[in-house]
């Protein structure tokens, strides 16, 4: 009941709590269906129950936000519709049209108990996005692209995108391995999730990662074993399918299921649709290019046969004209040889002849200028021996000149004649005395005149300052 509180008529909050319960409970008396976005699954494994947060958008703004709660017994059977309709789970992330009625707590508040969930209007929803990223590539003109890449001549080098604990990833890896020792073919996995909400943004993050270094692979190769079609929801994501039909390598998918493609199944270059078709794909290529180099072998070892089987009988048949031809060739050589012979003699008789006559004819004129130049050279020879006369007796008589004046300068320079003049030559100890230093008082000195000699010493020497 109410109070009176300062003249202000006042409830308590459990009683206004309650009478909202009562008219929610008056006025919501029917479970009716509602569609919304699950954003969080919000399940406890401990209690078995689920608490999903339910979000109204549009576009990017959500316009209404509940809070539901989905009991342990109504999530068990739910959830298994899905894994037998869809092969997964409820998960985050989807559109669900979903049963649901109204209650209110005086604790928690109002809240949507959810009872049943179509099963169908969610694939119907997937279906939708799937459509719409088909019509935005088409739009944007790159629908076809990666299906154009240039494909390298055999894919020896693969990036794989993939999870290791993956079933389809072993498969794949089995069948390569099983050919190792035929075909060289080098693999390495980029790991990434396959399904959930961060799936496609995973995928797309190593499909970047690989771009950077897509020069050392030639092709992409996504895998991963099979699921229902809620399982496959990223591989219908925009973002996912553009990235892969823009792709500079051509990318390979399996994702492990045999109907309705994704999106990203159909922009691929080549769709396997198991990781076992993708690896068998793969080898088959290999295994027909093998084809075609027998196939290529056999041809050209054909074609070499049949090549040596025309030369050889061209061979024999230009054999025979080269022998006809060789022949006729000698019968004609023959006789031009003989007429040649015939005129080859007659010239040479001729030329003989002539040869002769010119001969003697230069002989005489031989004889004739031997004569001349003798007696041209013997008056060279005479006019060359009167000069040589002439030339002589005029250096005997300057020779005979100089020898006369040096008789005169060795007379002049005796010694004898230069005694004879006044001088005199000193001597110490046998060496000629030339320089005033060498002398020293006591010095035994020997001096040589013109008619004698003077033996002396030194009492005392000075010099001229």
């Known amino acids: 009941m109410p109070e009176l509180i300062a003249g202000k008529k006042a409830f308590t909050l459990f009683e206004v709590a309650e009478s909202i319960r009562k008219v929610i409970a008056e006025r919501y008396t029917t479970r009716f269906w509602i569609r919304a976005e699950m954003n969080k699954l919000n399940f406890y494994p401990a209690s078995g129950h689920c608490y999903p947060e339910l979000v109204h958008k549009e576009g990017n703004k ?5 809070r539901s709660v989905l009991w342990k017994t109504d999530f068990e059977r739910i959830n298994r519709q899905f894994k037998t309709a869809l092969g997964e789970s409820l998960h985050d992330g989807i559109k669900i049209l979903f049963e649901a009625g109204i209650t209110f707590d005086a604790q928690y508040g109002m809240t949507l108990r959810i009872y049943d969930i179509d099963v169908n209007y969610t694939l119907g929803d997937l279906e939708a996005e799937k459509h719409a990223s088909i019509e935005r590539l088409k739009t944007e003109g790159v629908f076809q692209l990666n299906k154009q890449v240039k494909h390298a001549l055999l894919p020896r080098r693969i990036a794989i995108i993939s999870i290791e604990t993956s079933k389809g990833y072993a498969d794949f890896r089995q069948i390569l391995q099983s050919q190792q020792e035929r075909y060289s073919i ?4 980029f790991p990434t999730l396959l399904q959930g909400d961060k799936a496609a943004e995973s995928i797309v993050k190593q499909l970047r990662r690989i771009r950077k270094i897509h020069h050392h692979f030639d092709i992409v190769a996504i895998i991963r074993g099979g699921g ?5 929801t990223c591989f219908n994501n925009f973002a ?3 990235e892969i039909s823009t792709y500079p390598l051509p990318v390979y998918t ?3 299921h045999a109907t309705n493609e994704t999106v990203s199944e159909l922009v691929s270059y080549f769709n396997g649709i198991t990781p076992t078709k993708v690896a068998e794909h793969i080898i088959t290529q290999f295994e027909s290019f093998d084809q075609t180099i027998l196939n290529a072998e056999k041809n050209i070892l054909d074609y070499a046969r049949q090549l040596a089987s025309r030369q050889h009988r061209d061979i024999h048949v230009f054999g025979n004209r080269l022998h006809q031809a060789a022949i006729r060739l ?3 050589q023959t006789e031009t040889i003989g007429h040649l012979q015939i005129r080859v003699k007659q010239a040479n008789r001729f030329y003989a002849k002539t040869a002769f006559s010119q001969l003697e004819k230069q002989q005489d004129a031989l004889h004739k200028a031997q004569a001349a130049w003798l007696s041209l050279k013997k008056a060279d020879l005479q006019l060359a021996e009167d000069r040589l006369r002439a030339s002589s ?3 005997l008589e300057e020779q005979t000149g100089k020898i006369s004046l040096n008789e005169r300068l060795v007379h002049t320079l005796d010694p ?3 005694l004879k003049r006044g001088y005199s030559i000193t001597l110490k100890n046998g060496q000629l005395v030339t320089t005033f230093e060498s002398i020293a008082p006591d010095d035994q000195l020997e001096t040589i005149l013109f008619n004698g000699k003077i033996q002396s010493t030194v009492l005392s020497s000075t010099t001229e300052s």
């Open 62 to 66: 959500i316009k209404a936000e509940f």
């Open 228 to 232: 229902g079609e809620v399982g496959l």
């Open 186 to 189: 080098f693999h390495m996995l």
């Open 393 to 395: 007796l005029n250096r």
């Open 416 to 418: 004898k004649n230069i």
């Open 240 to 242: 996912l399918a553009r």
């Open 330 to 332: 000698t019968q004609s």
């Open 254 to 256: 399996g994702i492990g």
